[in-house]
């Protein structure tokens, strides 16, 4: 996992446009170049600029009426390659499925990028459940066992970072990372939905790194009766994806 900035480094000159493409890319919705460039901290010339590259390699694209900036079509090229070439998405979705069938819930992967938790991949269970976490969005930094499953693994530097923002949740998480990284999982309630249980067990490579992590999600009453077996369901189905990441 790159040990990647929070949200208030100083970014490079030379990283603007990627930035400028993270904000259009994390946001989930069209956005004017005003709101662009005031989430981006630039004068509107730069925004201008670096808009321009990016809509020629068509990683960003305009509204022809409404001037509003969305991904564009080479977006798709890069999900595509990316789920169908990511050595981690292919090891993974096996056991994604397995856990899936043995459990009877619902199972996501999720990874820390830039200040923000994606969630690479969810399978959905049969069964009913109402969850916050798709394929592709972005989900709370400090909320639900997910979050604190790879907050726990973060460089010092850059928690404290992150900490820094949330002086709320700074309070509290500290002590609740620290129980993560010796049970070598997390358990939330209702943190990111109401009366949902969550577990989230961090996956590491061979050089000891999480790589993301993988949480199983299920009504907290119908949780509640196997919590045991749905830890122990993910923290093997964790251990056997890092075992295959290791032999890579």
């Known amino acids: 996992m790159p040990n990647s900035p929070s949200s208030s480094s100083v970014i490079p000159t030379g990283e603007r446009a990627l930035q400028v493409l993270a904000l259009v890319a994390r946001h989930g919705s069209s956005l004017t170049a005003r709101e662009l460039a005031t989430q981006a901290k630039l004068p509107l010339s730069s925004l201008y600029r670096h808009l321009a590259s990016l809509k020629k ?3 960003v694209q305009e509204h022809g009426q409404s001037g509003l900036y969305q991904p564009g079509p080479l977006s798709l090229q890069l999900a595509w390659g990316f789920d ?8 993974a979705h096996a056991e994604m499925v397995s856990l899936v069938e043995k459990s009877g819930e619902s199972v996501g992967l999720l990874v820390y990028l830039n200040g923000q938790i994606i969630c690479l991949d969810m399978l959905e269970s049969q069964q009913a459940l109402r969850c916050s976490f798709s394929k592709g969005r972005a989900n709370s930094v400090v909320h639900g066992a997910s979050a604190k499953a790879l907050l726990a693994h973060l460089p010092g530097a850059l928690l404290a970072a992150i900490l820094a923002e949330h002086p709320t949740e700074a309070q509290y998480l ?3 990372l ?5 049970q070598g999982y997390v358990v939330s309630v209702g943190e990111v939905d109401a009366d949902v249980w969550g577990v989230s067990a961090p ?10 992590t993988i949480s199983l999600m299920a009504p907290n009453a119908r949780a509640q009766l196997r919590e045991p077996e749905l830890i ?10 890092g075992r295959q990441l290791s032999d890579f």
Request: net charge positive.
């Open 57 to 59: 390699w068509g990683l």
């Open 174 to 176: 500290p002590a609740q």
């Open 203 to 212: 996956i590491f490579s061979s050089k000891k790194r999480v790589e993301c």
């Open 232 to 241: 122990e369901l993910t923290l093997a189905a964790a251990a056997r994806i």
């Open 178 to 182: 620290e129980q993560c990284r010796q």
């Open 84 to 91: 169908h070439h990511s050595y981690l998405m292919q090891v």
